[in-house]
Each structure stands twice: as structure tokens, then as C-alpha cells.
């Protein structure tokens, strides 16, 4: 079972939708990260929280808003995708950023029509 | 900057074979590297890890890698792989500073066949 918990497990959104993506993490770990994963390919940093401030944005287009409420959960709101956004979508939490391992969720496939 | 490749997008073998997936990575600093397995439709799951120490590391489901400073490699080794094994693997380094990213390699598919 994972750590790593996040819902939806498939989303299916038009491209005016505005929908949002859960992670959660019950570890005590103090940063969570975003990473888009196409199909065959490695899962692209998006964002990285630390101590519940956003740390890093990979240059992640404003259609994609992170928010971390609390040191648990982080959430990514989504909003005017377009059909290349499609893919699975990854949450990770470590225990402090930087040289830690992360434990991965199942992740989030996202598919916009 | 660190940077990790991964020479072998694909590795079939057969069942109770040895395997062995090459990762090579670069570096001017100190590194941290990890090896991650993903099986179809999941997240990604940490095999082992190298902080320090040993440099030969042993990890869960019967696999083990070994640090090679001189020739900048972690490769990981099965000695007798399953069915269950079919998978995705990721070579991943980071550095050894509090703010270095995790950089993944590109993965190596290993396909088991019985």
C-alpha cells in the first residue's frame, strides 16, 4: 500500500473545465512535489513544496496552480488544459527537500478532451 | 549539475536469468543515487537508495546495486529475476545539497519472459 494517497485516480476534463488534483501524506514528510509523467518517458518535476511554501516552479504554465494547505496535503488546480496536458500526474512527498528519497503516489491519469 | 543515462531502453531476459540494468551518472559534486521501479498503471516505487557508506547496496524484492565512484556507475543486479519483475526501472541522482532536485534517467524496460 502506498504512503502516498491521491484521488482522483482518473479524471476525464474538457479544456474549459476547472478541476483539482489531492495528495496526501501522512509521514511527517515536509516536502511534496508535482511531477508530470508521459507515456514512456521519467516524471517531470513540476513544483516542490517545503515546509508548505512553494519552492520551485519548473516554468509550469498558470493553467496548473499548486496549493499545499497544510504540511499533508497538496492540491493542484487545474483550469483551461489543452489535449498535451493529458498524462499521468504525480504526487511525492520526502522528508525535507533535497538528496531524500521521495515515496511516490499512484498518481492521477488525466485525460482533456 | 548532475545528469544520469540510462544506456538500455529495453533489457528482455528469461525467467531465473541473472539481469543486470546499467546506469551511469555525472557529476562534480558528491551524489546521492536511487534506483525506482514502476510497475504498469502505479506510481513510483524506491527500490534502494545510496547515501553513503557501502558502496553496495541491497534493496527490496532480492535486488542489490553497487556505487562505482571511479567509473561513475550504480548498476542494478537480480540474480534470478520473476515474472513479477517486468517493470519500468529509473536511475535517479540528486545532489548533496538540501536544495538539489531528483534527476531521473530515461528508464529501462525490463520485460521478464518465461
Known amino acids: 500500500d502506498t504512503e502516498v494517497t491521491q484521488t482522483p485516480k482518473h479524471l476525464v476534463m474538457g479544456m474549459t473545465n476547472k478541476k483539482s488534483l489531492k495528495c496526501e501524506q501522512h509521514?511527517?514528510?515536509?516536502?511534496m512535489y508535482w511531477y508530470k509523467q508521459k507515456a514512456k518517458k521519467p516524471p517531470e518535476l513540476m513544483f516542490v513544496?517545503?515546509?508548505?511554501?512553494?519552492?520551485i516552479n519548473e516554468s509550469v504554465p498558470s493553467r496548473f496552480s499548486p496549493e499545499c494547505p497544510n504540511s499533508s496535503l497538496l492540491n493542484l488546480h487545474l483550469h483551461a488544459l489543452q489535449p498535451e496536458d493529458s498524462a499521468l500526474y504525480l504526487c511525492a512527498s520526502s522528508q525535507v527537500f533535497g538528496n531524500q528519497p521521495q515515496h511516490f503516489g499512484d498518481g492521477t491519469r488525466l485525460s482533456i478532451l | 549539475a548532475q545528469s544520469v543515462t540510462q544506456l538500455d531502453s529495453q533489457v528482455p531476459v528469461f525467467e531465473e536469468a541473472p539481469v543486470e540494468l546499467r546506469c551511469n551518472y555525472s557529476?562534480?559534486?558528491?551524489?546521492?543515487l536511487f534506483w525506482y521501479v514502476q510497475y504498469p498503471n502505479q506510481g513510483l516505487q524506491l527500490l534502494l537508495k545510496y547515501l553513503s557508506g557501502s558502496t553496495l547496496v541491497k534493496g527490496i524484492n532480492g535486488f542489490e546495486a553497487e556505487f562505482n565512484k571511479s567509473q561513475t556507475s550504480f548498476h542494478l543486479r537480480k540474480p534470478s529475476v520473476h515474472i513479477s519483475d517486468t517493470a519500468e526501472y529509473f536511475c535517479a541522482v540528486s545532489g548533496a545539497h538540501n536544495t538539489d532536485k531528483l534527476i531521473f534517467g530515461t528508464g529501462t524496460r525490463l520485460q521478464v519472459f518465461p
Open positions: 513544496y517545503s515546509y508548505e511554501k512553494l519552492s
Open positions: 509521514m511527517g514528510h515536509r516536502a
Open positions: 557529476s562534480s559534486v558528491s551524489v546521492y
